[in-house]
C-alpha cells in the first residue's frame, strides 16, 4: 500500500526520494520564519520606482548577515544598504523602495517519521510512501501523527511492563485505565489506540478507532507496525 502523507507547513524534508525509513528516520525539519523590509529607497535616497537598478541581490537569492544588498555609486561616496539577517530576499517593492527578507528565527526542530517504509515520492504538498501490505482503518479523533512498532496490551493493569518492552512501542487494547496510560507514559511510550476515548489528555500520542468491529480485527491479528495520520483521521497497520 503506498499512502499519500501531507507535508506541514514551513518545513524542510531531509530525506530524498527511494530512502527507506523508520520510526528512527528523521524525516522534516522546522523553523519559525520572519520577514523583515530593508528600506533601501531611503538609505540609499533613491526613487523608489528606481529600485532595480540598485539592487546586487534579487527575489529567490540568498543571502547572509551584513552582506551588502544595494549599493548607489556617487561621485565622491557610496551609498550602500546592508541585511540585517541571514536569510532569502522573498519580494521587492518598487512602489516603496523595500526589499522584503525573509529569515529563520529559533532553533530547528526536527522531527521523526511516523512510517516504516520507503518513500517513493516526495511533491511539496504530500510524500508518497510504500508501506507494503497494510490495512486501513477509520479513526474517531488523534490530536497528532505517531507511529512505532505495536504492542498489544492482554491484560490492565499489565503485569510485566517496562522500558525494555513499552519505550518508543505505541500501545493498543480497546481501553486503557489510568494507572496503565501514566505508567506507560513514564516508560516513554510512542502512544496509544484505543476503542474508548483516554480517561485523561496523554503526553504521548493518541488515537481513537471509530469502529468497535475495526478493533477486534486489529487485536485478533496482532499486526506488527501502525501509524497514525490525524489529517485524514486513519490508521494503518502493517508488517
Known sequence: ???????????????????????????????????????????????????????????????????MVALKKGLFADKKSFSPHKGIIKEVDHNRGLLILEYSEGEKVRSRSPFKGKLVKAAKTHLEINIGKAYEFDLKSSPSDFGG???YLEEDPPPNL??????????????????????????????FVTLEELSQPSES????????????????????????????????FYQ
Open 149 to 151: 512498532q505495536v504492542l
Open 1 to 67: 500500500m503506498v499512502v499519500d502523507y501531507p507535508v506541514p507547513d514551513g518545513v524542510r524534508l531531509l530525506v530524498k526520494e527511494g530512502a527507506e525509513i523508520d520510526f528512527d528516520t528523521l524525516l522534516f525539519e522546522s523553523k519559525t520564519e520572519k520577514e523583515v523590509s530593508i528600506d533601501i529607497a531611503s538609505k540609499l535616497g533613491i526613487n523608489p520606482k528606481n529600485i532595480f537598478r540598485h539592487l546586487i541581490k534579487l527575489v529567490g537569492d540568498s543571502i547572509d548577515e551584513g552582506e
Open 205 to 236: 500520542g493518541s488515537a481513537t478507532v471509530k469502529n468497535i468491529d475495526d478493533i477486534k480485527k486489529i487485536l485478533k491479528h496482532k499486526y506488527s507496525y501502525c501509524t497514525i495520520v490525524s489529517k485524514s483521521a486513519k490508521i494503518y
Open 162 to 191: 517496562t522500558v525494555s518492552n513499552a519505550y518508543d512501542r505505541v500501545i493498543v487494547r480497546d481501553n486503557i485505565s489510568p494507572f496503565t496510560q501514566i505508567k506507560s507514559e513514564a516508560l516513554g511510550v510512542a502512544g
